[in-house]
């Protein structure tokens, strides 16, 4: 199975197609950053990351995307920019049929490291570690896509039995 992990963000979305087979330990496929200039008018900047996630959708045939939720942030303009960005990332998962699983970046912190709060360059260090990288991955918005698609392949098994047994006993 292929996941794709989404760290979402207008200036730069981070992204990581993992790869697991099985018992064998998940690998990294590829991974990059979308970046869109601070110059560009909004509207063309949400159009640059839609279309280059539709293409990696295309390009990778990801059969799940685990994505970063949005984190409150002290300004409102980023918090905004970064929901923006996050819409189109979830129109272009739902346009390639590729379903949508989204996580609070303290449930992703405490699934990897085992601390909700833990620093930058700690996930960069367990993503590193996990993935058999053979150095950090950098910038920190791809390790954190890393860190959301790791996230993803330890949760979704647990959310999945959860959803089957709540449509056998017809709880929505």
């Known amino acids: 199975m292929k996941i794709l ?13 993992l790869e697991k087979d099985g018992a064998a330990p998940p690998r990294l496929a590829a991974s990059g950053l979308i970046h869109t200039p601070k110059n560009t008018p909004l509207e063309k900047r949400l159009a640059a990351i839609f279309d280059d996630l539709a293409s990696l959708i295309k390009a990778h045939a990801p059969g799940e995307a685990a994505i970063e939720e949005v984190f409150f942030s002290k300004r409102a303009d980023t918090q905004a920019n970064t929901t923006h960005a996050r819409g189109v990332i979830l129109l272009a998962c739902e346009k390639g049929g590729v379903p949508i699983f989204s996580y609070n970046p303290k449930v992703i912190k405490k699934t990897i490291s085992g601390n909700g709060a833990a620093e930058k360059k700690q996930i960069q260090r367990m993503v590193q570690i996990t ?35 709540k449509a056998r006993a017809g709880i929505a």
């Open 131 to 165: 993935l058999n990288l053979a150095s950090i991955p950098e910038p920190d918005d791809v390790a954190d896509a890393m860190a959301a698609a790791l996230c993803h392949l330890r949760l979704a098994p647990i959310a999945r039995a959860v959803a089957k047994a």
């Open 5 to 17: 992990g989404i760290d979402p963000g207008l200036d730069r979305t981070g992204w990581a197609v």
